[in-house]
């Protein structure tokens, strides 16, 4: 089973920034798409955003694209969210996912994503 590995989280304040990676020594990144999601105390799982393999991404919540961007370093197998401006509602734990059914498409519907990290928590607290 491939495992992904989400790092970065924190506890920081309303208008600060937090760097998440996602990496996996077991699944070759660069070819597929990645998904990030998150999901909030007592809400579903959402998407946030997914980047393929050409780097295009698609956004899948209003409220971050203008805050939120991602990155590939296919050396390292290792795909990144950079959040900016955070805000209380931007509170959950966020995840990484990709796989083989997903493959080169966009989805923000996590049940095409066959493998996950265990999520790293991101609180937006004063």
């Known amino acids: 089973q491939v495992q992904l590995v989400e790092s970065g989280g924190g506890l920081v304040q309303p208008g600060g920034s937090l760097n998440l990676s996602c990496e996996t020594s077991e699944f070759s990144l660069e070819y597929y798409t990645t998904g990030w999601f998150r999901q909030a105390p007592g809400k579903e799982r959402e998407g946030v955003l997914c980047?393929?393999?050409?780097?295009?991404?698609?956004y899948y919540q209003d409220s971050v694209k203008d805050r939120f961007t991602t990155s590939r370093d296919k050396a390292k197998r290792a795909v990144y969210l950079r959040m900016s401006k955070l805000n209380a509602e931007d509170t959950a734990v966020y995840y990484c996912a990709t796989g083989r059914t997903i493959f080169r498409g966009c989805s923000g519907d996590g049940r095409v994503y066959d493998y996950w990290g265990r999520g790293t928590q991101v609180t937006v607290n004063p």
């Open positions: 980047v393929n393999w050409r780097d295009e991404v698609v």
